[in-house]
Antibody, heavy 122, light 107 residues
């Protein structure tokens, strides 16, 4: 069974940064691209970016470039992300998700973590 | 590019409903589809050229024509009431993009 376990709820002030984690199995970590997707309250899904298992190369959605970073931690088979310069409209549930098949990033997310709620409020 | 979905659609129990997703990138790339119920993570119900992940009922199918992809639920059940999102590769900007979502109500 594919499992991605995400970190707990975060509450941040505007202008701060948030770091989230996504713990995966060794096979997932070494084989599949990991996507990050967010969903603001009552809104739709928004694709943020993905990170490759090979060399940790990253691709970001244009609107997040410059304040969103994904990195792999090989020692813990965890994918970490951080989002900087937080605004109130960054309040959302953030999901990590594994591509559904080994397609080198060409397959959609297929297995999702439970999500992490990030609240940005003064 | 964007993917456009109707905000809401309803279907009588046991009948067929089509959820559409329109965008220029769909001329080049397949759409995949997710079902999401309140408070839950999305579930992939269709990917690629009409493929269902393991465990997804065969009442879920897909079709595509030109710039429009469709998710078809044949014989809708009460448990199919949910939000449905399409996703596809994007030929400009982000490699992946979601549609805005369609709320399916089963009457």
């Amino acid at each position: 069974q594919v499992q991605l376990v995400q970190s707990a709820t975060e509450v941040k002030k505007p202008g701060a940064s948030v770091k989230l984690s996504c713990k995966t199995s060794t096979s997932t970590f070494n084989t599949f691209h990991i996507h990050w997707v967010r969903q603001a309250p009552g809104q739709g899904l928004e694709w943020m970016g993905m990170i490759s298992p090979r060399g940790g190369s990253t691709v970001y959605a244009q609107r997040f470039q410059g304040r969103f970073t994904m990195v792999r931690d090989t020692s813990t088979t965890t994918v970490n992300m951080d989002l900087r310069s937080l605004r109130s409209d960054d309040t959302a549930v953030y999901y990590c998700a594994r591509e559904n098949m080994n397609c080198d990033g060409d397959c959609p997310p297929g297995y999702w973590g439970q999500g992490t709620l990030v609240i940005v409020s003064s | 590019s964007e993917l456009t979905q109707d905000p809401a659609v309803s279907v009588a129990l046991g009948l067929t409903v089509k959820v559409t997703c329109q965008g220029d990138s769909l001329r080049d790339f397949f759409a995949s589809w997710y079902q999401q119920k309140p408070g839950q993570a999305p579930i992939l119900v269709l990917y690629g050229e009409n493929n269902r992940p393991s465990g997804i009922p065969d009442r879920f199918s897909g079709s595509s024509s030109g710039d429009t992809a469709s998710l078809i639920i044949t014989g809708a059940q009460a448990e199919d009431e949910a939000d449905y999102y399409c996703i596809s590769r994007d030929s400009s900007g982000a490699p992946w993009v979601f549609g805005g979502g369609t709320k399916v109500t089963v009457l």
